[in-house]
């Protein structure tokens, strides 16, 4: 079982940057392979980011890639995503997620367990 617990969010300008952090509660934080996906308002959930369990690995959205970076401190039980050059189209509600699987996993069915999610708002 693992509880995961995501901060960071706020208000923005276009432009800008936000680091959101996840704080995962357990022993077993180094087993899991950790996920950011986002969904905005009448939007599905979107996959974000994902980095494996040794921080070796990560993934990201088309989207995304090139401003934004997922990373990992295990010893504090803690996944980041740090977003630059923020668009108001990052607008949405951000949720961290686990899952033990190993390899690439883009869909929020492969995760099982979820924040509570985290408000981003980029004003242009």
């Known amino acids: 079982q693992v509880q995961l617990v995501e901060s960071g969010g706020g208000l923005v300008q276009a432009g800008d940057s936000l680091r959101l952090s996840c704080a995962a509660s357990?022993?077993?934080?180094?087993?899991?392979?950790m996920g950011w996906f986002r969904q905005a308002p009448g939007k599905e959930r979107e996959f974000v980011a994902r980095?494996?369990?040794?921080?070796?690995?990560?993934y990201y959205a088309d989207s995304v890639k090139g401003r934004f970076t997922i990373s990992r401190d295990n010893a504090k039980n803690t996944v980041y995503l740090q977003m630059n050059s923020l668009k108001p189209e990052d607008t949405a509600v951000y949720y961290c997620?686990?899952?033990?699987?190993?390899?690439?996993?883009?869909?929020?069915?492969?995760?099982?367990?979820w924040g509570q999610g985290t408000q981003v708002t980029v004003s242009s």
């Open positions: 997620a686990a899952d033990r699987s190993a390899g690439v996993r883009t869909s929020a069915y492969d995760y099982d367990y």
């Open positions: 357990g022993r077993t934080f180094t087993s899991y392979g």
């Open positions: 980095i494996s369990w040794s921080g070796i690995t990560t």
